[in-house]
């Protein structure tokens, strides 16, 4: 099985940035060069929401929400993928997960079809 690990968030003040990490460990090999990943996002009484996900070939792709502030990138090598989260606004605010799908060679972006999710990761943009 394999395990994810978000990192980075924390209270920032709006305008500001934040990078996370998702780290992947267990069964690892080459798992960013097989498996597409997605970030998810989720506030309080709200529906986990799709922000940013990349293919297992390096294709990107981004919610309407984010897009221009946001920007997925992932390092195979060290089994990490990133979100760089620039100018954040209040309503950016949400638990962040990222996810893996159940299947590798696919580029699925709804939550449902995510299979393998870490535990989250907490950020909070004040006004």
């Known amino acids: 099985q394999v395990q994810l690990v978000e990192s980075g968030g924390g209270l920032v003040q709006a305008g500001g940035s934040l990078r996370l990490s998702c780290a992947a460990s267990?069964?690892?090999?080459?798992?960013?060069?097989?498996?597409?990943m997605g970030w998810f996002r989720q506030a309080p009484g709200k529906e986990r929401e799709f922000v940013a996900g990349?293919?297992?070939?390096?294709?990107?792709f981004y919610a309407d929400s984010i897009k221009g502030r946001f920007t997925i990138s992932k390092n195979t090598a060290k089994n990490t993928a990133y979100l760089q989260m620039n100018s954040l606004k209040p309503e950016d605010t949400a638990e962040y997960y990222c996810?893996?799908?159940?299947?590798?060679?696919?580029?699925?972006?709804?939550?449902?079809?995510?299979?393998?999710w870490g535990r989250g990761t907490q950020v909070t943009v004040s006004s």
């Open positions: 990349i293919s297992w070939s390096g294709l990107t």
């Open positions: 996810a893996l799908p159940a299947t590798p060679y696919n580029s699925p972006n709804r939550a449902a079809d995510f299979a393998s």
């Open positions: 267990g069964r690892t090999f080459s798992i960013f060069s097989r498996y597409s």
